[in-house]
């Protein structure tokens, strides 16, 4: 039973439900019927009608002398601004019904923007990259926000209608065909959503109830109301959310943007209610359904077991051992950069998942974090590029610009083959260097000039002048992946690099992944060693010098993988000799005797 948004209940009628527990004067307008059709009253404030419609009614609420789109749409076929669309969800038909998801030890993530991943920025262009997706290794693919925001061009991080799927990306068909090909392809499909605030331009939320707080304030907007009067029917609306986006269009899990972002002091806070419910339906359907929080407080009890009193979670972001690796390849001290830069704290978060876990932050002027405990590394997700990482620089620059090709497949390597559970960011895959800059599509001047000044003030605290204007299109063509990299010779030694980093992961496998010890047996060498009886040890090296191996390496190992290889742009013949020195910014996989 759905308590929110409209849905066809019969091939001519439909029924439509809506929040507003205020006594105001509201009712159901038909747009393609024309017709107005009267609400009445349900528990919660709820107020619902049944109507006859035609096949992909356009409808709006009258509150007052307005209209406006329904909260809970699920399409907006004419934007944010625009009338809501009653869509049809049984007229699509699943093609791999039997896809039940992976757990999350068997994820290697893949983070993707829709509209700038190919050159149209649909759904539909997605699919014929679907191939080169799998034989990269991946086995999850993570959907940067796809609610529908204002314009043609977003991060997703501005969605103001959570039900409805990004008009300009394609239809709701589209997206399900989407999700339905992936599932084919033997991947899961992660989506990014957004819980802790929406965007400015089309929220019409608080025209229909208290969806909204005063009581806090995030860095992005108005804080969403979980634990304030009226919170209830909030709560259900987002819960229910998470199980649209999970049963309607089949996604395998969700990662929630910025749960500190996220204020709750209710007994049980929104996240538990949030899992439990996607605990529900992995029960009731039988399919692996995975939950994972980014969040900034480097706080366990996000992932730790509801059995240590814990939320969890199936996973979280670890921002520490990416700021520790970026940090020590590149040199930037700048910003939280600050608080990160040394040898140590890279092995450190390999031995115990974050850098700050009850440490002093400098950056911070506080103490950061708690010790993992009892929870498996693996439930955290690391990567040596994301959105966030690149967007959110002043040039919007990947690492491919920052430092040599060496230094960024060690860092590759420092994320794939770590215990953790690794995440590559599109394009990243064949050395992209082209910029995700951070881009809107807004009409309003006010909205613009407000965001460009907002980014500006940002990056004063990184040292960082900002000029640019997230509204101008250029920001938006910029970002496009420009696949005809892929084609070269340095793209294609580096998809061979990422594919068989991918392949030698899965070698190591979830066995070996449980056991596993790390060291420093030189300096600036990082060796991880997996496994009991049939071991393997991964060699990284952070330093500019070559290494030796004699010692360390025991006579007769086999080699497996070495990053400096022809095949991978490197200068060496590949060869399962016992390797006896490591070059600068290499990696290494051998077999023990």
Not at 73 to 78: A, F, G, L, M, N
Not at 369 to 393: F, T, W
Not at 398 to 416: I, Q
Not at 492 to 513: H, Q, W
Request: with cysteine.
């Amino acid at each position: 039973m759905w308590s929110f948004g409209s849905r066809y209940v019969s091939e001519n009628e439909a029924e439509f439900k809506v929040w507003h527990p205020f006594d105001r004067d509201i009712e159901l307008k038909l747009l393609t019927s024309k017709r107005t059709v009267p609400l009445e009253q349900e528990d919660n404030g709820i107020l619902a009608a049944t109507a006859r419609v035609a096949r992909n009614e356009l409808y709006m609420y009258r509150v007052g002398n307005s209209l406006f789109p329904d909260p809970a749409s699920h399409y907006q076929p004419d934007g944010v601004h625009g009338p809501s669309m009653v869509v049809d969800h049984s007229s699509y038909s699943w093609r791999n019904e039997g896809w039940k998801g992976r757990p999350m030890d068997e994820y290697i993530l893949y983070e993707l923007h829709v509209g700038t991943f190919g050159e149209k920025g649909t759904y539909m262009d997605v699919l014929p990259k679907i191939d080169h997706i799998r034989n990269l290794g991946i086995t999850a693919v993570e959907l940067m926000p796809i609610s529908q925001f204002p314009g043609r061009r977003n991060w997703g991080y501005d969605g103001v209608q959570l039900y409805s799927p990004q008009n300009s990306y394609g239809e709701t068909g589209d997206l399900k065909r989407l999700v339905d090909t992936f599932h084919g392809a033997g991947i899961d499909v992660v989506l990014d959503v957004v819980y802790n605030h929406v965007g400015p331009e089309g929220n019409y939320l608080p025209i229909f109830g208290p969806y909204f707080t005063k009581k806090y304030s995030t860095p992005w907007g108005k804080a969403i109301n979980y634990d304030d009067s009226y919170s209830d029917m909030v709560r259900k609306f987002i819960v229910e959310n998470a199980l649209y986006w999970l049963s309607e269009f089949r996604f395998d899990g969700l990662r929630l943007d910025a749960i500190h972002g996220i204020y709750d002091f209710s007994p049980r806070h929104i996240l538990e209610e949030i899992e439990d419910a996607a605990e529900g339906l992995s029960q009731e359907t039988g399919r692996n359904v995975n939950i994972i929080a980014e969040s900034d407080l480097n706080d366990p009890v996000l992932v730790q077991s509801k059995e240590r009193c814990g939320f969890g979670l199936a996973g979280q972001w670890n921002d520490d051992y990416h700021h520790a690796i970026h940090a020590f390849l590149t040199g930037e001290r700048n910003g939280y950069y600050s608080d990160f830069g040394r040898f140590g704290q890279i092995t450190r978060s390999l031995k115990n998942g974050f850098v700050y876990d009850g440490v002093y932050s400098e950056y911070r002027k506080r103490t950061r974090g708690a010790p993992l405990m009892a929870v498996p590394l693996n439930r955290l997700v690391v990567y040596s590029q994301n959105h966030d990482q690149v967007g959110n620089r002043a040039g919007a620059d990947r690492l491919t610009s920052l430092v040599a090709v060496e230094k960024v497949k060690a860092a590759a390597s420092l994320a794939v083959l770590s215990p953790f559970t690794p995440l590559i960011f599109m394009g990243e895959e064949y050395g992209e260097n082209a910029p995700f800059n951070y881009f809107i599509d807004t009409g309003d001047r006010k909205l613009a000039r407000a965001v460009r000044e907002g980014r500006s003030r940002e990056f004063m605290n990184f040292g960082m002048k900002y000029d640019l204007d997230p509204n101008n299109p250029e920001m938006f063509e910029q970002s496009k992946l420009k696949w005809g990299r892929m084609d070269t010779k340095s793209g294609k030694a580096m998809f061979n690099f990422y594919r068989d980093l991918a392949s030698v992961r899965k070698t190591i496998g979830k066995r070996r992944m449980a056991l596993h010890s790390v060291s420093s047996p030189a300096e600036n060498l990082i060796r991880i060693s997996y496994g009991k009886d049939e071991k393997l040890d991964v060699f990284i090296s952070l330093s500019n010098g070559k290494i030796s191996l004699e010692g360390i390496v025991p006579q007769g190992s086999k080699v497996l993988f070495r990053s400096g290889w022809r095949d991978y742009g490197g200068t060496l013949e590949p060869s399962g000799q016992t390797a006896v020195e490591i070059e600068p910014f290499e990696s290494i996989v051998s077999s023990p005797p």
